[in-house]
């Protein structure tokens, strides 16, 4: 059996690989290779799926698929299980490609999509966009445009995998702890792959629990902040240049500014970012998906909750980093820039 995890982003991914890479050999005593070729420096396959999309980002070095084919032909296990968030931006023709490679012939096919509600998915994503320095603008900037994407039409990426597996190889799941096996994503994921839960493999296997966490809107608005250049910092500032970092670099300072909010308690509070006319799109769109994903699915999905069920409040002010108090703006700035730009493995 083959599994494709193809994402989505922002929906317990980086949890999923960290566990899959920490347990490479507890898998492997369970018949699961989870392989090394493809997954760059990262525990993911991202330069797989970088490889069928034909991305600038694909590295041969990392290896291939024409690799992983013939690596998986000469594998003594019963499944292979390939994790890439970036499959989701996958076309079916794109899909197919991959199939053809990588089946040994007859293999059946499981593809693993999981599903995030659409108002935390949108807030984290603009989190995460901010924070390694790849999008400057404001909230309502980046949500006019993130709604232009295939990528918010759930049923629409479904149907690119289903057209090319079928919808028997379809396992969608909803990241909402009411609908997770045990209400914990890891216990999911294993059962959606084949495996028992309760076996004395599984349970060996060592968890580290979530990671690639949101920060909180302070967190977000100071980055952005140094980003567009209205941080309002002397020019002998060390970050007073952080435009020009590198990628290295960029990822970095978004992964201590991440640490720092937690040691300040910033990332407690995810903010207010939705206004309502947003927070009712995202919900209409979310269960638009989920009504087409029904007719094809055996088990159907559950809706989201309401916002009345939420007790959902929309904002009262755009957030930006002016509404954070100067002397505190200030000073996560100097404990920041005090902090060592070093890369780490896992941090994307």
Not at 221 to 245: K, M, N, V, W
Request: contains cysteine; neutral net charge; proline residues 4%.
């Amino acid at each position: 059996m083959i599994v494709l995890h193809v994402g989505l982003r922002k929906a317990g991914s980086t949890t999923i690989q960290n566990f899959l890479s920490s347990n490479e050999e507890g898998l492997r005593q369970l018949s699961i290779e989870y392989p090394r070729i493809g997954r760059m420096k990262r525990p993911d396959h991202n330069n797989l799926a970088n490889e069928i999309r034909g991305h600038r980002n694909f590295d041969t070095h990392f290896g291939t698929l024409d690799d992983l084919a013939k690596y998986w032909k000469a594998s003594s296990c019963e499944t292979l299980l390939i994790s890439g968030e970036s499959f989701e931006e996958c076309t079916t023709k794109q899909a197919l490609r991959l199939r053809e490679k990588i089946d040994r012939g007859g293999d059946e096919f499981r593809i693993i999509l999981i599903l995030r509600d659409l108002l935390d998915l949108t807030i984290s994503s603009y989190g995460q966009k901010i924070k390694f320095g790849n999008n400057r603008y404001n909230f309502d900037t980046f949500f006019a445009e993130r709604f232009e994407q295939r990528r918010v039409n759930y049923a629409r990426t479904a149907k690119l995998w289903a057209d090319a597996f079928g919808w028997d190889s379809m396992r969608i799941r909803i990241l909402d702890r009411r609908h997770l096996v045990n209400g914990d994503l890891l216990d999911d994921f294993v059962t959606a792959v084949g495996l028992d839960i309760n076996s004395e493999g599984v349970r060996e296997l060592s968890r580290s629990g979530p990671v690639n966490q949101s920060p909180g809107w302070r967190v977000v608005e100071a980055i952005r902040a140094l980003y567009t250049g209205t941080s309002g910092l002397p020019a002998d500032h060390p970050l007073t240049e952080c435009r020009r970092f590198s990628e290295r670099q960029r990822k970095a300072l978004g992964a201590n500014a991440m640490d720092l909010g937690r040691d300040l308690g910033w990332n407690k509070d995810r903010g207010d970012y939705l206004t309502r006319e947003q927070a009712e799109k995202c919900l209409a769109t979310h269960n638009a998906s989920i009504r087409k994903l029904n007719n094809y699915l055996a088990e159907p999905l559950p809706p989201p909750e309401t916002l009345e069920a939420r007790g959902f409040v929309g904002r009262e002010r755009l957030l930006d980093a002016n509404a954070i108090p100067h002397n505190e703006l200030r000073d996560f700035y100097d404990q920041l820039g005090a902090m060592p730009l070093t890369p780490r493995e896992g941090v994307f």
